[in-house]
């Protein structure tokens, strides 16, 4: 995981959790029960009150306000929070290929992209997109290739699996990669070779 990342989800994560500690805390070390033995300096209710009485709640509901407010900072603490959890899985780098050693692994990503500029570089390649799902002992290569207009896919298609599909079988080895290409023309009208 990114350092700066980890650092920023323990760092919410602490500020979260200390602030529900001690809301949640506050009302129950103050009760009568507990009163006595709490020091000088902690903040305690007077006897008898609440944090929001009946009478309160009913005057902020009065306004006109108080329920729109509610609901939207309600929603948006929720979408905030899940925004937060999707991108724990999206911002990684991808997950991780496993390499000839058993600790050494490649990010799916990195060796993705690697793929597609390679595959752009070729001969009659417009441009090049290539997914890398990671599986445990074996891979699969999704490869997405848009040709110039007059390119013949034959020759592309050997020129990317003797080129960049042949380096990243070599980089994942032993370990086996099925790749599946998908070629694409646009022209007038858009013509499709698997």
Same mark, same amino acid.
């Given at each position: 995981?990114?350092?700066?990342?980890?650092?920023?989800?323990?760092?919410?994560?602490?500020?979260?959790?200390?602030?529900?500690? &001690?809301?949640?805390?506050?009302?129950?070390?103050?009760?009568?029960?507990?009163?006595?033995?709490?020091?000088?300096?902690?903040?305690a209710p007077d006897t008898g009150?609440?944090?929001?009485?009946?009478?309160?709640?009913?005057?902020?509901?009065?306004?006109?306000?108080?329920?729109?407010?509610?609901?939207?900072?309600?929603?948006?603490?929720?979408?905030?929070?899940?925004?937060?959890?999707?991108?724990?899985?999206?911002?990684?780098?991808?997950?991780?290929?496993?390499?000839?050693?058993?600790?050494?692994?490649?990010?799916?990503?990195?060796?993705?992209?690697?793929? %597609?500029?390679?595959?752009?570089?070729?001969?009659g390649v417009r441009r090049a997109?290539?997914?890398?799902?990671?599986?445990?002992?074996?891979?699969?290569?999704?490869?997405?290739?848009?040709?110039?207009?007059? &390119?013949?896919?034959?020759?592309?298609?050997?020129?990317?699996?003797?080129?960049?599909?042949?380096? &990243?079988?070599a980089s994942l080895a032993p370990?086996?990669?099925?790749?599946?290409?998908?070629?694409?023309?646009?022209? %007038?009208?858009?013509?499709?070779?698997?």
């Amino acid at each position: 995981m990114n350092p700066l990342r980890n650092a920023v989800n323990r760092t919410l994560l602490t500020l979260t959790g200390a602030a529900l500690l &001690a809301g949640g805390a506050w009302p129950a070390l103050t009760s009568d029960a507990l009163a006595g033995r709490l020091p000088g300096w902690w903040p305690a209710p007077d006897t008898g009150t609440v944090l929001l009485d009946r009478a309160g709640l009913a005057g902020l509901r009065g306004h006109g306000w108080w329920t729109p407010v509610v609901v939207a900072a309600t929603a948006c603490a929720l979408l905030l929070c899940l925004a937060w959890l999707l991108a724990q899985f999206r911002r990684g780098g991808g997950r991780r290929l496993p390499l000839a050693g058993p600790p050494l692994t490649l990010r799916s990503r990195a060796l993705a992209d690697v793929v %597609a500029r390679r595959a752009e570089a070729a001969d009659g390649v417009r441009r090049a997109h290539v997914s890398l799902p990671a599986g445990k002992k074996r891979s699969r290569a999704r490869v997405r290739v848009l040709l110039e207009p007059g &390119a013949e896919p034959g020759p592309v298609l050997r020129r990317l699996t003797h080129g960049a599909l042949d380096e &990243a079988r070599a980089s994942l080895a032993p370990h086996p990669l099925a790749v599946r290409v998908r070629m694409s023309v646009r022209t %007038a009208r858009e013509r499709r070779a698997r």
